[in-house]
């Protein structure tokens, strides 16, 4: 049984930097590139959001709020599937979750102060 495992989220000030982990465990090679993978959020009281989304061929796509200060990127030969977060602000607190074809993570929590 397949699973995505998130790691690395926490308790920053504004401003800092986080770096998000996704292990892809069980899931077979040519799942893990041959799919989009994607990175959400979502805050208390609001709809999940696409925060970043990776192709099989590895071009990157970004949601507005975190263009210029996110990166995304993986590694298909550990099956992991990063998110470079810089410049963190309070509106990025939330759970960010990894997603892929119809795996879900448990999702790590990011919270930063002002």
């Known amino acids: 049984q397949g699973q995505l495992v998130e790691s690395g989220g926490g308790l920053v000030q504004a401003g800092e930097s986080l770096r998000l982990s996704c292990a892809a465990r069980?899931?077979?090679?040519?799942?893990?590139?041959?799919?989009?993978i994607s990175w959400y959020r979502q805050a208390p009281g609001k709809q999940r959001e696409l925060v970043a989304q990776?192709?099989?061929?590895?071009?990157?796509t970004y949601a507005d709020s975190v263009l210029g200060r996110f990166t995304m990127s993986k590694d298909n030969r550990k099956r992991m599937v990063y998110l470079q977060m810089n410049n963190l602000q309070p509106e990025d607190t939330a759970v960010y979750l990894c997603?892929?074809?119809?795996?879900w993570g448990q999702g790590t929590q990011v919270f930063v102060s002002s």
């Open positions: 069980g899931i077979i090679l040519s799942v893990f590139s041959g799919n989009h």
């Open positions: 990776i192709a099989p061929g590895g071009g990157v």
């Open positions: 997603h892929l074809t119809s795996y």
